[in-house]
């Protein structure tokens, strides 16, 4: 059973960083896949970033050239560094990762005041 834990998150002027790590336990091996969607009020969820053991990543238009996600294989941690953020950036943040099955964190609040 692995288990997401997220940290960092807050609130933050536009134009401003942000950074999130997600810590994954409970697993035996490298989690193939990590990631980070986020879901905003009254909003469905959606895909912020994801990256592979490989390196490979894949990032979502609206955050390209802002965002970046990083990973630590050996840590089974994942990383997003926001910079440039902007008050439509202001969501719940859950780290995601993907073995057999979908592991989902608890979430972190992300607010950017404008």
């Known amino acids: 059973q692995v288990q997401l834990v997220e940290s960092g998150g807050g609130l933050v002027q536009a134009g401003g960083s942000l950074s999130l790590s997600c810590a994954a336990s409970g697993s035996t091996f490298i989690i193939p896949l990590m990631g980070w969607y986020r879901q905003a009020a009254g909003k469905q969820r959606e895909l912020v970033a994801t990256?592979?053991?490989?390196?490979?990543?894949a990032v979502a238009d609206s955050v390209k050239g802002r965002f970046t996600i990083s990973r630590d294989n050996a840590k089974n941690t994942v990383y997003l560094q926001m910079n440039s953020l902007k008050p439509e950036d202001t969501a719940v943040y859950y780290c995601?990762?993907?073995?057999?099955?979908?592991?989902w964190g608890q979430g972190t609040q992300v607010i950017v005041s404008s």
């Open positions: 995601y990762a993907l073995t057999s099955r979908e592991y």
């Open positions: 990256i592979r053991i490989t390196g490979n990543s």
